[in-house]
């Protein structure tokens, strides 16, 4: 599964894609402004191509961002040349200290993208970097939604001339999706799917809220909040939560 995802987000063609994501999601933007308090030092993790350093960067007192991606550290670093940008695996923050961050961002669901035991391992690593009262804010793919495990093509949110342009677009993948499908793992609290994104270019962690509480309260984060918009949690969970002060 790691192999998978690392090949992915090295590919050229994947590391350009990013260059289209740009700015915050209306939920990101709430929560950083909620805990605006919490941006001292910050620890970004998944940067991509610098969608969330371009604007924590301008908001904390110390900046740190880092992706396993060669590809992405190496063009946020030529983006910005004097912040400390390191290419390294959130299943291992060795180099890092006890308690050294204010707040840990996880975003576009980059905690999704290893299995259930390299899950754990961030979580525990996250939570040892914290500071007490610390807040981890991440999102995640929601295995309760609607459209979990669904074929992209059907999508009854979408106009049917949408979906019979997404199915063109992937058809020349199936053969690949079908490939996958071996490595697929469904259980009933969480599951670790090959689904469309980056051509099923990857196998992703879905989890149900539930899950999602239960892992974070074994590792110890308490005062988790989930977002929702509308009322509803969405396609993603966003969530916060945070370190227990001693």
């Known amino acids: ?16 894609w990013y260059d289209t994501i740009t700015g915050l999601t209306s939920i990101e ?11 001292e030092n910050v620890l970004d993790i998944g940067i991509g191509r610098g969608r969330t350093t371009a604007y924590l960067l301008n908001k904390c007192t110390s900046y740190t961002g880092i992706d396993y991606s060669k590809g992405f550290v190496e063009l946020v670093s030529q983006k910005y040349p004097a912040t400390d940008i390191r290419q390294m695996d959130a ?4 180099a890092f200290e006890n308690s050294s961050f204010d707040l840990v961002n996880f975003s576009f669901n980059g905690i999704d993208y290893v299995d259930l035991e390299g899950r754990k391992k961030i979580l525990a690593e996250i939570y040892r970097i914290l500071k007490p009262g610390g807040i981890f804010f991440f999102s995640t793919h929601n295995k309760n939604h609607a459209t979990f495990n669904k074929p992209a093509w059907i999508n009854p949110t979408n106009s049917l001339w949408t979906n019979i342009k997404t199915f063109v677009k992937l058809l020349p993948w199936l053969p690949t999706h079908f490939r996958q499908q071996k490595n697929e793992h469904i259980q009933k609290e969480y599951a670790i799917i090959n689904d469309s994104a980056h051509n099923y270019g990857l196998l992703t962690f879905y989890t149900s809220p539930a899950f999602l509480k239960e892992q974070l309260n074994e590792n110890g984060f308490s005062d988790t909040v989930l977002y929702s918009e509308n009322g509803e949690l969405g396609d993603w969970i966003f969530a916060t939560t945070r370190k227990l002060l001693p």
Not at 1 to 16: A, E, I
Not at 91 to 94: E, H, K, S, V
Request: proline share 0%.
């Open 1 to 16: 599964m790691s192999n998978l995802n690392l090949n992915t987000y090295n590919d050229r063609s994947v590391l350009k």
């Open 91 to 94: 299943r291992d923050l060795g």
């Open 29 to 39: 933007k709430k929560v950083f402004e909620q805990h605006a308090s919490a941006l």
